[in-house]
């Protein structure tokens, strides 16, 4: 591992302190979780946002999903 130094303002590294007493975990192993799962939100954010831009460069035009959509509707009373 690498060791870095961090700059934080006093009631951030106090509200860090306090999540990693409550996670029973030290604040390196907190500050490591954090990271790991922002960028696990990034990845998916930058995956939904190629995702929409394929769809609204090539949108589905074909019947094939409101073909489906009639058959699983319920049927009217």
């Known amino acids: 591992m ?15 302190d306090g999540a990693a007493k409550r996670a029973r975990v030290n604040r390196s192993a907190l500050v490591r979780d954090a990271l ?7 990845e998916t954010r930058e995956l939904e946002a190629r995702d929409r831009r ?5 949108p589905d035009v074909s ?15």
């Open 54 to 58: 394929g769809y609204e460069e090539h």
């Open 36 to 42: 790991r799962e922002y960028l696990k939100h990034l």
């Open 2 to 16: 690498e060791t870095i130094q961090v700059v934080l303002d006093s009631a951030l590294l106090r509200a860090t």
């Open 63 to 77: 019947t094939e999903a409101s073909d489906r959509e009639q058959v699983a509707a319920w049927p009217g009373r």
